[in-house]
């Protein structure tokens, strides 16, 4: 009987020995065939309106790309293309479309020779600021709109920047009245150039890295592009010295990121959420950055460059808010999704005027004694 007592518990004793193997084998499989698992890598082209790594607008680009890749743990990884790498700057969106490249990174207004209403989503002159635009665009109906318009394109639109206000441009002149427009050639793309031709001058549409030469060369007599922090990295002071303020037609200019369809639609869910999550941040970091950057820049121009800041006079804002307006109405007749945007637009506009005349613009006259 005791050789059996001794025999049963070396068997239950081998078993555990066995079973615990087995168990740290399993666990080991298990990390193993994990660790031996190759993730997905899924890689993606952004080609961009931008010159390469140029501040604000250009590295907003290469921040963007760089955030998917970390926050998808490099299972998504994207490779930005500056203007005239891959396809010119304003082909960007011919080439999205098309599946060339699976992302761009530009302005809409580029694109209203393919549909007018593409312009409203960058800024409209006299209309809507930085903040107002993300309002729209994410609560008021706007996104939705947006998409709707480049669906037929096989495009997904989202809003990646934003730098604000912008100056109302260079000029190699004085500019005293609405006279001085007239046969102005101005680079100023969207509504803008639209209102433009209103008032004399004769818009003209160039990518960025033309703009610096054509005012040298005086192809052009003025331009606007974006505001003190980028306009002192192009060296815009180098070719003219009269600086006006404010931006008038571009008071809020949403940047974008669009997004091949069939490309954005194949990724899993949670790709597709960070894509989201990582514009919408892009989005807000730019204005950050451009709010943070934009006096010490123009302190620079001014004093260190010997740059003429002025005010536009009232009356020729006043001539110019006038223009705008029948701009806008001309635009939305042209068909009826332009119509259907700017019904849209015009109605946020009014609403968040409101409000705003009792909280923002209340609170910086109180804060400056007004």
């Known amino acids: 009987m005791r050789n059996l007592v001794v025999l049963s518990k070396l068997v239950l004793a081998t078993l555990l020995a066995m079973s615990l193997v087995a168990c740290g084998g399993s666990e080991k499989t298990e990390a193993t065939a994990k660790a031996d698992k190759k993730i997905e890598v899924i890689n993606w082209k952004m080609v961009t309106t931008w010159p390469k790594n140029f501040p604000g607008l250009g590295t907003g680009a290469e921040a963007l790309a760089k955030n998917i890749t970390k926050m998808s743990g490099g299972r998504l990884n994207v490779k930005v293309y500056a203007a005239g790498e891959l396809v010119p700057p304003l082909e960007v969106f011919d080439a999205v479309s098309r599946g060339t490249a699976e992302m761009g990174h530009g302005a809409s207004y580029y694109w209203k020779g393919k549909m007018p209403a593409a312009q409203f989503f960058t800024t409209v002159p006299f209309g809507l600021t930085a903040q107002e635009l993300n309002s729209w665009i994410y609560y008021g109906g706007g996104l939705a709109l947006w998409e709707e318009l480049y669906a037929p394109f ?121 894509v989201r999550a990582a514009a919408q941040q892009a989005n807000q970091d730019m204005l950050n950055e451009f709010t943070a950057r934009n006096n010490a820049a123009l302190i620079t121009l001014v004093n260190d460059h010997n740059v003429i800041l002025k005010k536009f006079p009232k009356d020729l804002l006043a001539a110019l808010k006038k223009a705008s307006e029948e701009t806008l109405i001309e635009v939305a007749a042209q068909d009826p999704k332009s119509q259907k945007v700017y019904d849209s637009f015009r109605a946020f506009l009014d609403s968040v005027s409101e409000w705003h005349e009792v909280s923002e613009r209340a609170y910086i006259n109180a804060r400056v004694g007004g």
């Open 154 to 274: 096989n495009l997904v639109p989202m809003l990646a920047g934003n730098p604000g206000v912008q100056m109302g441009g260079w000029f190699n002149k004085e500019i005293n009245s609405l006279d001085d427009f007239k046969g102005l050639k101005m680079r100023m793309p969207g509504l803008g150039g639209e209102v433009l031709k209103k008032v004399g001058a004769t818009p003209v549409n160039l990518p960025g890295s033309e703009i610096f030469t054509a005012l040298q060369t005086g192809a052009i007599d003025a331009t606007e592009w974006v505001g003190p922090y980028n306009d002192l990295a192009f060296g815009l002071y180098k070719a003219a010295k009269y600086y006006y303020y404010p931006g008038w037609h571009e008071p809020g200019s949403g940047i974008e990121a669009i997004f091949n369809k069939d490309a954005f639609n194949a990724l899993p869910e949670d790709l597709q959420a960070i």
